[in-house]
Nanobody, 125 residues
């Protein structure tokens, strides 16, 4: 079955950077649509960024646009999230997610079939 494993989280100071990775296995992902979500304690899971497996077109939440960059390496079946200019409000568990095709409702977490277990990102201030 499909498995998604996140890595790269950690503790950084405000203004710093982190690069998250999501390694996919158990599926081809040749036509998959990948996304990053995040969830802070006591809050709902919010959309961060998304990208088509075979496209350079990215999608971003307004809160991270200009600071975060999503990308993918098809040969490694891995999706990345480069996070710059981090703020304390970015503190959350970051999850990668996957679905078979693009949807106009890509911000909706309920439309993703596969999820990783998350990686913690903590931004101090």
């Amino acid at each position: 079955q499909v498995q998604l494993v996140e890595s790269g989280g950690g503790l950084v100071q405000a203004g710093g950077s982190l690069r998250l990775s999501c390694a996919a296995s158990g599926g081809t992902f040749s036509t998959s649509f990948m996304a990053w979500f995040r969830q802070a304690p006591g809050k709902e899971r919010d959309f961060v960024a998304a990208i088509s497996w075979g496209s350079d077109t990215p999608y971003y939440a307004s809160s991270v646009k200009g600071r975060f960059t999503i990308s993918r390496d098809n040969a490694k079946n891995t999706v990345y999230l480069q996070m710059n200019s981090l703020k304390p409000d970015d503190t959350a568990v970051y999850y990668c997610a996957a679905r078979g095709e693009y949807t106009v409702y890509y911000r909706n977490s309920r439309l993703y079939a596969y999820w990783g277990q998350g990686t913690q990102v903590t931004v101090s201030s």
